[in-house]
Nanobody, 127 residues
């Protein structure tokens, strides 16, 4: 059972940036073996897909909801996956999740489903 831990959320002013981190919650687990997806859920809204990074060559893909303001990356040496979000807006407020699946995602197309989910990290954008 893979445990994912998200961090890096918090209160940020409009226009600010955050880097969200997704790590494995147990030693000995390497996240580079997993395709990673990022999602968010705004208050009172359903879950939205932000994008993903694959587990073959690190390619990423994104939906339109972040309007090009989100960038995903991996640091295998730190066994971490990141989501950098810039130019944050109040409507970006919500809980942000990473999810993982061991299926080999070879292209850019994000997986339809992910087996493992983190607990989420709260992002609040407000002045």
């Amino acid at each position: 059972q893979l445990q994912l831990v998200e961090s890096g959320g918090g209160l940020v002013q409009p226009g600010g940036s955050l880097r969200l981190t997704c790590t494995a919650g147990a030693a000995g687990v390497t996240l580079d073996a997993y395709a990673i997806g990022w999602f968010r859920q705004a208050p009172g809204q359903g879950q939205e897909r932000i994008g993903c990074i694959n587990n073959s060559d690190g390619r990423t893909d994104y939906t339109d909801i972040m309007e090009g303001r989100a960038t995903g990356s991996r640091d295998n040496a730190k066994n971490s996956v990141y989501l950098q979000i810039n130019s944050l807006k109040p409507e970006d407020t919500g809980v942000y999740y990473c999810a993982a699946d061991p299926y080999i995602q070879s292209g850019r197309t994000c997986l339809a489903q992910y087996e493992y989910w983190g607990q989420g990290t709260q992002v609040t954008v407000s002045s």
